[in-house]
């Protein structure tokens, strides 16, 4: 759940530096981050990098939808068998009324 937001996260920053690249002239100059230092590229290298990350950034947060998913889906179905478990117990120590059984014989 954290994974996806933070993938989120970064979709929309990426999002918005390729916004505000494409509002950039091709006369403009551009930086991007490396490291801790900013570099100077060209406007059309750091926009076809913005979209790779941005797809991948898409895949990934559709493999984690679908695990999320799937988890969900375990969660219920444990939690249903958990469920049945406490109902059988449940079951077997009450009498036909639905009171205490019988009391077991002591010697």
């Known amino acids: 759940m954290m994974q996806k937001q933070q993938l989120e996260v970064e ?11 494409k509002k950039t002239t091709d006369d403009d ?12 590229a060209k406007k059309e290298d750091v926009i076809k990098e913005l979209e790779e990350k941005k797809e991948l950034a898409n895949t990934r947060a559709m493999v984690l939808g679908k695990q999320e998913t799937r988890v969900k889906e375990n969660l219920k179905e444990v939690e249903n068998k958990i469920n049945e478990m ?3 117990m449940q079951g077997s ?7 205490p059984g019988p009391k077991p014989k002591t010697e």
């Open 86 to 88: 406490i109902r059988g």
């Open 93 to 99: 120590t009450l009498g036909p009324a639905g009171g």
């Open 29 to 40: 100059a551009v930086y991007k981050n490396a490291g801790s230092v900013l570099v100077k």
């Open 11 to 21: 979709l929309v920053e990426t999002d918005r530096a390729l916004e505000e690249l």
